[in-house]
């Protein structure tokens, strides 16, 4: 057991290189191992490219070892034709024996059907190993499929007495900051990992944000605006054409280059509507920036599973208070001056 543990724990490692670029993808890794050695591997790079299983195959040196190699991969193998082949198939026909996963794919078209591929063709399969961090992995995957919903994070910075901005601001468009510079380039690294960001009218009103990836090599997310009254100005970043940017809105929007607009009912339910619309865009995880207002509604709609929260050594005294939340304490770290705590929700 503690061998198939150290195998998959470097699938695992390997499915990690490719965040951020597998949407709608899960991420996977996957080793080959002969006589206790390594002999290949690969992960998932991007959609519509090559499954890790097939890297790992690939990758392998002399395939006459494959017939008496096993191969682990951290999920299960796929069963069915969609931009690529089957990778079960793929393991079947290259005549490996043994194959030892970690999670089951909740996809309804593969969930067990891979593994059921497998053994009737005579496979020696394992499964469960690692199960936790596994599913952890592809914690966003997972959500979609089960929750029909993205992976959501709420992410926003404090001071140290608890103020998410203050009374009263120099001038519009300009942003506060009040973590440092280094706490910044993490939440940009975040924001080339996820698919999509989304802030209320008044942070684009008061911060002009870009919501790319100034600060991170990677892809931008999609930015997402809720503007129920068409009041954010025409001249703000998001509007700029350089990424694509949706706008949830209520009233008639002009159009603008890569701007698509969508009505939802702001009387109703607002975090549920956005969950619905990402969903059907398949949109597997979701940051959610703020201000106070927006990210207490998706808490009040318990639609989040992670906060990311920053604490800077800055004090306001007065202003707009940082959200109310209850969550269990995952981590905490110290970046210099700031620290960074992440909440998980254990409720759902």
Not at 37 to 59: D, F, L, M, T, V
Not at 86 to 95: K, L, Q, T
Not at 221 to 249: V, Y
Request: proline content about 6%; charged content about 25%; aromatic content about 6%.
């Amino acid at each position: 057991m503690k061998l198939h543990e150290k195998f998959m724990s470097r699938c695992i490692e390997l499915a990690k290189k490719g965040l951020g670029n597998t949407y709608p993808n899960p991420l996977v890794g996957s080793v080959i191992v002969h006589e206790g050695r390594i002999i290949g591997e690969g992960w998932h790079h991007k959609a519509g490219s090559p499954h890790a299983e097939i890297n790992a195959i690939n990758s392998v040196a002399d395939p006459s070892l494959l017939k008496s190699s096993t191969i682990y991969v951290s999920l299960e193998p796929c069963s069915h034709f969609g931009r690529t082949p089957p990778c079960a198939n793929r393991i079947i026909s290259e005549g490996i024996k043994k194959v030892v996963i970690g999670s089951t794919d909740p996809n309804p078209q593969v969930s067990g059907n891979g593994i059921r591929l497998l053994k009737e063709a005579g496979c020696e399969v394992t499964t469960g190993i690692m199960e936790d961090a596994c599913d952890e992995l592809n914690k966003r995957f997972f959500t979609y499929q089960k929750k029909h919903r993205p992976y959501i994070f709420l992410k926003w910075a404090q001071t140290s007495d608890g103020f998410i901005a203050p009374k009263n601001r120099k001038s519009e468009g300009e942003p506060v900051w009040i973590s440092n510079p280094f706490s910044k380039q993490i939440a940009h690294k975040m924001r080339a990992e996820e698919a999509a960001i989304l802030v209320g009218t008044q942070t684009v009103i008061d911060d002009d944000p870009g919501l790319t990836t100034r600060e991170w090599k990677g892809s931008n997310p999609l930015r997402i605006a809720l503007d129920r009254k068409g009041r954010i100005p025409k001249s703000a970043a998001i509007l700029d054409g350089s990424s694509p940017t949706l706008l949830l809105t209520q009233s008639s929007n002009e159009e603008f280059p890569n701007v698509t607009a969508r009505a939802i009912d702001f009387s109703k339910p607002i975090a549920k509507q956005v969950c619905e619309i990402l969903f059907e865009m398949e949109i597997q995880s979701l940051i959610v920036e703020g201000g106070a207002k927006t990210l207490q509604t998706f808490i009040d709609e318990e639609l989040w599973d992670e906060a990311i929260v920053f604490e800077g050594p800055a004090v306001f005294g007065e202003g707009v208070a940082s959200p109310i939340i209850a969550g269990m304490v995952h981590s905490e770290e110290n970046i210099k001056e700031d620290s960074l705590t992440i909440f998980k929700n254990m409720a759902g």
